[in-house]
C-alpha cells in the first residue's frame, strides 16, 4: 500500500513515508540548492586533506594512462593500436573516470549518509545527485587537461570540440540513473560495494580504452555488435569522435548513447524512489 503525505510547513516530508513521484520530485527540484551545496562543500573537504589538493583531480587519471598505457603498449600488437595512441588511450581513460567515479561514490550515497538520512525528512535523490554534481565538477578540470594534452601530442582543434559538452551532459544523465540503482541496492546489501569495484574493472576493459574493437572483432560481428552496445564504450566513442577526427563513433553508439541515459534515469529514478520510506530506517 502507498503511503503518501502532505508537507509539512517547513517543506521537509516525515521520516519513513513516501510522497507520490509527482510531488517527490517537486520537491526536490525545489530543494536543488541542497544537492549543489552538499556536492561543493565534500569536494573541496576531500581536497584539503590532501597535500596536493586540486592537483588529485587531474593526477590520477593522468597516473592511471601512464600505468596502463606503459603495460599494454608493450603487450598490445601494433594491429590492435591505433597510430595515435596516446591521444586515444587518454581520452577513453578521462572520459571513463567520470563514470567510475559516480558508480562507487553513488553506492555509498544513502549509507554514507547514515546520520543525514535518519535525522532528516528531504527527499533522499537528492545525495545520489549531489555524488553526480561533485563528480562532474571534477570532471571539468580533467576535461581541461585532456584537450591540453590533445594539442601537445598534434590534434588539431575543431568546432566539434564543443560537442563535448552535451555528451558528457547526456552521460552524467547516465550516471545518475546508475548511481540511483547502487545506491538503493547498497542500502539493501552492502555488499554491493564489493562488487563495484570488479564491474569497473571489467568496463574499464570492455570499453575499447586501450584497443580498437573495430580491428580485433573485425572478423565476429556479433562480439563487435555487442562490444558497440556497452554504454561506457558508447559515450567514450561520441567523445573520441568529437576530439579525434581520425575515429569517428560508429552509428550504433551515436543512437545507443541517449537510449542508455534514458533508459537508465528513468528506472534509476523510479527503482529509488519506491524504497523512499526504507531509507530513513536504514542502519
Not at 510531488?23 to 590532501?50: C, I, K, M, P, Q
Not at 590492435?80 to 567520470?98: C, H, K, M, Q, S
Not at 538503493?184 to 564491474?199: E, G, N, T
Request: hydrophobic residues 55%; positive net charge.
Amino acid at each position: 500500500m502507498e503511503l503518501r503525505l502532505e508537507p509539512s510547513l517547513d517543506g521537509l516530508y516525515e521520516v519513513g513515508r513516501r510522497p507520490p513521484l509527482g510531488d517527490y520530485l517537486a520537491e526536490a527540484w525545489r530543494r536543488r540548492t541542497f544537492a549543489f551545496t552538499l556536492a561543493s562543500y565534500r569536494l573541496v573537504g576531500s581536497l584539503l586533506r590532501n597535500r596536493l589538493g586540486m592537483l588529485w583531480i587531474v593526477l590520477k587519471p593522468t597516473m592511471t594512462a601512464i600505468i596502463y598505457g606503459t603495460i599494454f603498449g608493450a603487450v598490445l600488437s601494433s594491429d590492435a593500436r591505433p597510430n595515435d595512441w596516446v591521444p586515444y588511450l587518454i581520452t577513453g581513460v578521462f572520459v571513463f573516470e567520470f563514470f567510475t567515479g559516480c558508480f562507487g561514490a553513488g553506492s555509498r550515497a544513502i549509507t554514507g549518509n547514515a546520520k543525514l538520512v535518519q535525522s532528516l525528512g528531504f527527499p533522499r535523490i537528492l545525495l545520489p545527485v549531489s555524488v553526480v554534481l561533485e563528480q562532474a565538477m571534477r570532471t571539468i578540470p580533467i576535461m581541461v587537461l585532456l584537450g591540453v594534452l590533445l594539442l601537445i601530442f598534434g590534434v588539431p582543434v575543431s568546432w566539434t570540440w564543443v560537442l563535448v559538452i552535451p555528451i558528457m551532459a547526456m552521460m552524467a544523465v547516465f550516471n545518475l540513473g546508475v548511481a540511483l540503482i547502487v545506491a538503493r541496492m547498497s542500502v539493501w546489501a552492502r555488499d554491493v560495494q564489493q562488487v563495484i569495484p570488479i564491474i569497473n574493472r571489467v568496463l574499464f576493459y570492455a570499453s575499447s580504452i586501450f584497443f580498437q574493437v573495430d580491428k580485433v572483432f573485425a572478423d565476429n560481428p556479433v562480439v563487435l555488435t555487442i562490444a558497440h552496445l556497452i554504454p561506457t564504450y558508447d559515450f567514450i566513442a561520441l567523445v573520441r569522435g568529437a576530439m579525434l577526427p581520425s575515429h569517428p563513433a560508429p552509428e550504433l553508439a551515436v543512437w545507443a548513447a541517449p537510449i542508455w541515459a534514458a533508459v537508465a534515469v528513468v528506472v534509476g529514478v523510479v527503482y529509488f524512489w519506491r524504497a523512499e520510506a526504507r531509507y530513513g530506517l536504514s542502519d
